[in-house]
């Protein structure tokens, strides 16, 4: 299993980006789909995740009302719409894939790599 986020960037406190992960090497529409950060001397924690089908999504506190999850199984891509970023966002984000949406969040099956994402404040 492969899975290779992008976009993550450089952006100003208010602002928005959109993360992506393609995923391959197992059928996409098996599994839930997650997010997970990273900050500097922290440890690694979950943001939000999706189930195979697209129809149940869960958030952390800290990102709910403000970070969408999203999937397009056409594509084997899971997004991240994260808006109305702040300087507490500054992580490297990876995305994850799971058998079970359930235990996604603290187990996954399989880790992308990260990318970095800065909100300068």
Known sequence: VQLQA???GLVQAGGSLRLSCVASGRPFTSYAMGWFRQAPGKEREFVARISASGNIRN??????GRFAISRDNAKNTVYLQ?????????AVYYCAEGT??????????????GTQVTVSS
């Open 6 to 8: 992008s976009g993550g």
């Open 82 to 90: 994260m808006n109305s970023l702040e300087s507490e966002d500054t």
């Open 59 to 64: 958030y952390a506190d800290s990102v709910k």
């Open 100 to 113: 079970n949406y359930y235990d996604l969040a603290t187990k996954p099956d399989y880790w992308g790599q």
